[in-house]
């Protein structure tokens, strides 16, 4: 594929995207970096206009950083997989995510591996 | 049968209204978004729309608020619009809200939509004439009157609030109305051609489409915005609120 076929293929996908989620942009992430999060939920809010996953994670030293982290519409994220019950506190999740660019500890979510070994993704157009 | 008892067999249920509920395409069920690129014929998918042409003195300010949201989109930031807002879209943007469906409710004096993103509702009576314009009071969804075409269903909305942003947020003034064109093109497709005239802002009359497929089994979500961390900051550039533990 040429550069610009590339570029046109990021495009459109990056619009199709979009379309699918309708409320905002991600311009307030950093779509072209990714964080890999293990941690604890301690809040999983099934929620309108967005879901977030609420979550403890530790650093190697023991100490814990809190991250919120966004997700789809209820709506959309029925539709690859996800329920209201897909997660409860307490439980042990890896969460790949695209950070905020202002430097809080907060993203968007990428993928999610739940305790049972599932993994899924952030809705249709983005499958895990 | 006799004809005298078919005629009167007939009259009792055109009175009922069986007849004519029978000689009506049935539009009852949720909607989704149809899509020729997903498995779907190309040639039930929507037309393309008809060129927007604005009057120059709202073309240029329009212009340039999308040339603003353009160059804020290449800083890496998304300008505040009214849905960062959770207020809803109104006519006729809930017809279409990214992938969210619609469901049709069709009785024979009243056809109510209801969208599924923001739980938006507009109902279309049937039965009655429509009011002129400067007598319906200005709301997300206006005043929709309905009658059958054949087997289309023609729907004339008017009274749309100003900051109701129209079909990719183009302005509109209090003199704005809505035809559409309810038809099935297939069983389960449905479409709905929309066309805007607005004497003061556009040119001529602006024409598009929207494609839908049915969805037998599919079960409308309940949208309340009641967990909005959006916000807009001082630079007028929407950002999220996060949780400190």
């Not at chain 1, 660019?101 to 500890?105: A, I, L, T």
């Not at chain 2, 100003?162 to 947020?169: F, K």
């Not at chain 2, 915005?225 to 961390?229: E, F, G, H, Q, T």
């Given at each position: 594929m040429s550069k610009a076929a590339f570029r046109n293929a990021c495009a459109g996908l990056l619009l199709a995207v979009l379309s699918a989620w309708g409320?905002?942009?991600?311009?307030?992430?950093?779509?072209s970096k990714q964080v890999t999060l293990n941690g604890t939920v301690t809040d999983f809010q099934w929620t309108n206009p967005h879901s977030y996953i609420e979550i403890d994670v530790p650093d190697e030293k023991g100490a814990v950083k809190h991250w919120s982290i966004e997700l789809g519409s209820p709506s959309i994220l029925q539709q690859s997989?996800?329920?209201?019950?897909s997660l409860k506190k307490g439980d042990k999740v890896t969460l790949v995510i695209n950070p905020l660019?202002?430097?809080?500890?907060g993203g968007f979510l990428g993928k999610a591996t739940l305790p049972n070994g599932k993994v899924l993704g952030n809705g249709p157009g983005r499958e895990p | 049968m006799h004809w005298k008892t078919i005629t009167r067999v007939a009259l009792a249920a055109s009175s009922l209204g069986w007849l004519t509920a029978a000689a009506q395409p049935d539009l009852n069920g949720v909607w989704g978004i149809y899509r020729a690129?997903?498995?779907?014929?190309p040639k039930l998918s929507a037309p393309a729309p008809g060129p927007l042409v604005l009057k120059p003195e709202y073309a240029k300010p329009y212009e340039a608020r999308r040339a603003m949201e353009a160059e804020a989109a290449r800083r890496g930031e998304q300008l505040a619009n009214r849905s960062v807002q959770c207020l809803p879209y109104g006519m006729p943007t809930m017809m279409s809200v990214a992938i969210y469906p619609v469901e049709i409710v069709q009785t024979p004096k009243q056809i109510t939509v209801i969208a599924e993103a923001f739980s938006e509702v507009r109902r279309i009576y049937l039965d009655r004439p429509q009011e002129k314009i400067e007598d319906v009071a200005p709301g997300y969804y206006g005043r929709s009157i309905g009658h059958w075409d054949g087997d289309s269903l023609a729907v004339d909305t008017v009274g749309i609030k100003?900051?109701?942003?129209?079909?990719?947020?183009m302005p509109h003034s209090e003199q704005m109305r809505i035809s559409e064109q309810f038809k099935l093109?297939?069983?389960?497709v449905l479409h709905d051609q929309i066309t805007i005239e607005d004497?003061?802002?556009?040119?001529k009359p602006f024409t598009y489409t929207l494609a839908y497929k049915r969805l037998p089994n599919y079960e409308m979500v309940e949208f309340v915005?009641?967990?909005?961390?959006e916000y807009v900051d001082e630079k007028g550039v929407v950002r999220m609120k996060v949780q400190e533990k």
């Open positions: 409320h905002h942009s991600f311009s307030m992430f950093d779509m997989g996800w329920r209201f019950s660019k202002n430097g809080q500890s | 690129g997903r498995g779907g014929d100003t900051s109701v942003a129209g079909y990719r947020g093109v297939a069983p389960d004497p003061v802002v556009l040119e915005c009641d967990n909005n961390r």
